[in-house]
């Protein structure tokens, strides 16, 4: 036997020997949502095949027919329509489309991720068994950073990083944000991929509806450390999500402010870790991006800008830019962006001093723009002149 034809023979078995070890999760989920994602995509394929094959069987058959060597098939050079033919091409795609735009359009709303599912009624969003009766959904905020997950439960006051851990038939509430660049939050047994955006939260509602340990991770590409972002996902008893819970108390660790900015440094194949304790505002922070203490939250931003604004007294409120990457934390004002300071100063802890609230030299550019009057000069202006209009801000508002 050749080499060529050996080769020929033993590739078809190797590339069958590979697959063999595949697991196609997609289309063999544990989640009731992503059990009729698959429903809803086999069914789209199988209406689409009606008009596959036979153009595919066709194609192959005209080929034969019509082959310059068969003397037997009918040569009629002035035929141009048939009427019956017509109604074939166009008629059999049309009642596909209009199948599968049915279809889609109500599969679509009826597996919103941002439908909840304990709302939807049995025979639509979810199987009699997909969910447990009076079964309180379990509320997750997970948070993309570089490079890892972040998982909060908000209801019980504890967090992990890269592992996750859900209770067998109990609605789950996921609410998802990233710090600083987009990822998408993906586990492919418990239901489809959603963005995870930093200044915004999407939203998934899923169940896991058999015990096993699954894997989750991120879809999107998102730097260097992005192979990393894997995660185990437990699909666990009640009994067990309680022990879960316990480990996670037990393990000890806050994660407050300081501690989530140090974590958000990027860093790659970062192990499982808990803790025991979290702040109750982290979450709402992160999304605002305010977790640095003195910076205002998007929230505040969008309500004074609401108000129309601050005038002049919120030229100067600004502060250099520690929160967006870890390369411009620090940085001396003037040489990068700014972000705006906070007009509120956080609550002193019992018997210590009020903080000084720091102060930046004003930017001694020209002001053009509506409302404001045209500078006598475009010279810099003299640092008395900054002083007082810094000193003209309302009071207490950081410099």
């Known amino acids: 036997m050749s080499n060529s034809r050996l080769f020929r023979i033993a590739l078809p078995a190797l590339l069958a020997l590979a697959l063999g070890g595949c697991k196609a999760v997609v289309l063999e989920p544990f989640g009731d949502i992503a059990a009729r994602q698959r429903d809803l995509l086999v069914q789209s394929t199988l209406l689409m095949l009606i008009i596959i094959v036979p153009v595919m069987a066709l194609t192959v058959i005209f080929a034969w027919r019509y082959r310059q060597g068969n003397r037997k098939a009918r040569y009629e050079p002035d035929w141009d329509h048939s009427m ?19 279809l889609t359009w109500m599969g679509t709303h009826l597996l919103d991720p941002y439908r909840p599912i304990a709302q939807a009624p049995d025979a639509q969003a979810a199987s009699p068994q997909a969910v447990a009766s009076q079964a309180a959904p379990l509320e997750i905020q997970a948070v993309a950073l570089d490079w890892k997950w972040l998982f909060i439960y908000p209801q019980y006051g504890v967090a992990a990083v890269n592992e996750l851990a859900a209770p067998v038939d109990r609605p789950i509430t996921f609410r998802i944000t990233a710090s600083s660049v987009m990822n998408s939050f993906y586990i492919p047994a418990l239901a489809g991929q959603i963005y995870a955006m930093p200044g915004m939260q999407t939203k998934l509602h899923a169940v896991i509806n058999h015990a096993g340990v699954y894997q989750g991770f991120s879809a999107n590409y998102s730097g260097a450390g992005f192979s990393g972002m894997r995660f185990a996902f437990h699909g666990v008893d009640d009994a067990g999500f309680e022990q879960w819970i316990a480990r996670a108390r037990s393990g ?30 982290l979450y709402d922070a992160v999304v605002n991006l305010c977790v640095q203490e003195g910076k205002m939250c998007m929230g505040e931003m969008m309500a004074i800008d609401a108000r129309g604004g601050l005038g002049m007294a919120g030229i100067y ?44 030299a004003a930017d001694p550019a020209p002001l053009l723009g509506a409302g404001l009057a045209r500078p006598a000069s475009f010279l810099f202006r003299p640092r008395e002149d900054s002083q007082a209009r810094r000193d003209a801000q309302l009071p207490g508002m950081p410099g």
């Open 84 to 102: 019956h033919l017509e109604l074939v091409i166009w008629g059999a795609p049309l009642l596909i489309i209009v199948c599968l735009g049915a």
């Open 252 to 281: 000890g660790g806050r994660l407050d402010r300081p501690a989530y900015l140090e974590l958000e440094q990027p860093s790659e194949n970062v192990p499982v870790r808990t803790y025991a304790e979290v702040d109750a505002g």
């Open 317 to 360: 409120n600004t502060l250099p830019l520690e929160y967006d990457k870890s390369a411009r934390r620090g940085a001396p004002f003037g040489t990068r962006r700014a972000g705006v300071a906070s007009l509120c100063t956080p609550a002193s802890p019992a018997g210590a001093a009020a903080p000084e609230p720091e102060r930046w």
